[in-house]
């Protein structure tokens, strides 16, 4: 029998949605002062590069003020991207404020495809940088628990279908469960996946250039302006959240300098919507909040819904 432990929060990927998605689940109970719990779970190994956040230079559509432009021409949920817009400097400016220094650069030689005035920033050291900074933030918490080297198995749902955890499997080989009535999913894509791409995008689609005008990424789990994953006509499954690359969102030609400011934008308001609702009812049968250390019931049954290949804790 599997192993478990009680959280209020897992959250599935170390990269920049799951990263902030942490954090700022951590700071806002600080704040609200309650005793909020987090298991961050990464598949990668303590120290390595693990997940594209840490190898990206981290190009960031983004004025001088800080200030970001339109994306998508409207192809896109517009609703999304308005959120988006107002978000993306509150983040750049979250991000200053935890010590990530920004290199302004002025492009002159080319026409870039974002009305910024022909500036972009990037951060000193790239999105490792990044990524150490957040973690220096939040090693300082006790009630974070990291899981490195443990893998993402497949979601836990209680009957009425709200979430109760997540199974992982540790470097023990053995499958644990990771019990919690939020689970926010940050693992990434797919794009390096040849026989994934093949699947859902198409034939020969892993021939094409990393960035192709035309191609169009798949809204692999829909998500509301809140991060909340939805369910049938929009409804939000309760407890199941989703920031970052597999999320998808653009559609015709990819946008520069978005995908990394969206991942933690998105994975901030997860953390503080999470943190400011912890507590309060979750949609659950009886319409009562259920505390993670009270969320295992022998005679509750459960159906564990079974994660698709993609959705690994590589962030």
Known sequence: MASFKGYDLVVAGSGFAGSMATLNFLEECKKQHKSGRVALVEVGKDGERCGASRWTMAYLRLDKNLDFGQVSNGLADEEYCHKLQKEAGVTAHYLEDHGVKFVHHDETNVLLEFKTGQHFVFPEGGGKAIISKLFEQIREFDNCDIYWETEAIRLMTDDAGAIRGLKVRKNDGLLHDLLAPNVVLACGGFEGNQEMLARYIGRNTHALP???????????????INARVLSTNDVPIPGLWAAGEMTGLFYNEYPPATSCLRSMAFGRLAGLEIAKNQGKPQGTASEKAIPSERRIDDNMSMDQA??????????
């Open 210 to 224: 990393l960035i192709a005008p035309g191609l169009k990424q798949l809204r692999r789990r829909q998500t509301d």
């Open 306 to 315: 079974a994660l698709p290949a993609e959705v690994k804790a590589s962030a």
